[in-house]
């Protein structure tokens, strides 16, 4: 199932703890996929084993390997969320092992408390410790279960992937000017406001039309390695949901063929998933199909952050948060103006190391810088999509100031201030009959 769902897959378990107790409280589009749903044992709800007994000296019998299928093949990325449901049953059909025939002579063995006499001594300290004080502390041990053990378990599965990190600062100061400019153009008009993530997310999505290979992914069918090029980009985006509990959750849904929307679709398609998401309203179709992910802890102060690539994914981009460089911080205003330090943001791509390399993950992140410095008409497109009547803030370098030649300025403005109100009648032809070169006394 993690191909259908991938790090969504905590909520699905939510989800059918709820369809158990109330089948109204879920959205009806669930309620085929959770007709047959058997979360299994990789949720971390099922009863604990029964510790393994001991092996006897008796003659070993052979032992029959669980029946194996053949992993169900990954559907497309723009497939629909019934498709990735059919998928997730399929491959929960699949994944379940054969039964294995008891073994008489292990059935027989004594039990483990008999045939661990070494535990006894443990057990008899136990039963002589003194009983603990009211005002001892004692540490407070719970097991994970349902969307918490999912979590473990899509975390587990995560390391198994491969990955490297590309890192790159940006300077954030034209962003910040730029979206100053639109949300004061919005505020006096249909209203709404734009956030960094709207622009960091567009320009990663357009930034995948010069880099396809960053939005592959890799692939094993019939036990051979390939790489996947999905058709169209499935932007995910991750978002940070706070539980009614205190606990925080991470969704990932994501925004269908983003390649094809402008700035102003593509501002609608994600402000309408963080809606649904905070409503409890997303369904199977938000979560299929993600290609490429976007998450930025830099919106709490995270500066630089390497995520975790989930199966079924190429790569995952983490944005940091845009302040003045650590060592600045106790600068005036006045004195970051005057020396011209910028905000940096950091930009990190997290990729699988197996079909895409370092090379083209750092060309990705220079792609994705030039653009968000306005190098290729970026804010242009986006001022157009959301038909704000002014020319964008243009990216430009500081000239170079000689502070001695600005220390004269003053004396030599008021020496020809001084000429022309002297000598500057002299100038003028005064005398239209004859030729007469003319000097102040």
Do not use: C
Not at 192 to 213: N, Q, R
Not at 214 to 220: F, L, P, V
Not at 343 to 353: G, P
């Amino acid at each position: 199932m993690a191909s259908a769902f991938g790090a969504n897959e905590w909520l699905v378990d939510e989800l059918y703890e709820q369809y158990l107790k109330d089948k109204n409280a879920v959205d009806p589009a669930w309620w085929d996929f959770f007709a047959d749903y058997e979360p299994g044992e990789t949720n971390g709800a099922t009863a604990d084993a029964a510790p393994a007994a001991p092996a006897q000296p008796a003659a070993p019998a052979e032992p029959q390997a669980p029946a194996q299928a053949a992993p169900a093949p990954a559907a497309p990325a723009g497939r629909s969320g019934t498709a990735a449901a059919e998928t997730a049953k399929a491959e929960r059909k699949a994944s379940k092992p054969a039964p294995v025939p008891a073994d008489p002579e292990v059935s027989a063995v004594r039990p483990v408390a008999e045939a661990l006499p070494s535990t006894a001594p443990y057990a008899e300290v136990a039963k002589s410790s003194p009983k603990a004080t009211e005002d001892e502390a004692t540490d407070d041990v719970q097991k994970l279960r349902g969307p918490a053990a999912r979590v473990v378990t899509n975390m587990e599965a995560s390391i198994e992937v491969p990955t490297a990190t590309s890192v790159r600062a940006v300077p954030a100061k034209l962003m910040v000017d730029n979206r100053i400019v639109i949300n004061n153009h919005l505020a006096r008009g249909r209203g709404g406001k734009i956030s960094f993530t709207h622009l960091i997310g567009f320009a990663l999505v357009e930034a995948l039309s010069d880099m396809p290979v960053m939005n592959a992914h890799y692939e094993s069918i019939d036990g051979k390695p390939h790489v996947v090029q999905p058709a169209h980009v499935g932007f995910g985006l991750a978002i940070d949901l706070a539980k009614p509990d205190g606990s925080r959750q991470l969704l990932v849904p994501s925004v269908k063929k983003a390649e094809e929307l402008d700035f102003a679709g593509f501002w609608a398609a994600y402000e309408d998933l963080v809606r649904k998401a905070r409503g409890g309203k997303l369904g199977m179709d938000d979560f299929a199909g993600t290609t490429i992910s976007l998450t930025n802890p830099g919106g709490i102060g995270t500066v630089h952050s390497v995520p975790r690539l989930m199966a079924g994914q190429g790569t995952i981009i983490g944005v940091g948060a845009m302040d003045y460089p650590a060592e600045f911080a106790g600068a005036s205003v006045e004195q970051l103006a005057r020396m011209g330090i910028s905000k940096v943001m950091t930009i990190t791509s997290t990729y699988d190391h197996r079909i895409i390399q370092g090379a083209q993950s750092g060309e990705f992140l220079k792609v994705l810088a030039n653009k968000l410095l306005g190098l290729d008409g970026f804010y242009d497109r986006v001022f157009a999509a959301l038909r704000v009547p002014y020319e964008p803030v243009r990216w430009v370098r500081d000239n170079t100031v000689d502070a001695d030649v600005e220390a004269a300025k003053p004396a030599r403005i008021a020496e020809l201030v001084h000429s022309y109100r002297s000598r500057g009648h002299l100038m003028a032809e005064t005398d239209p009959l004859a030729y007469r070169q003319r000097k102040h006394p």
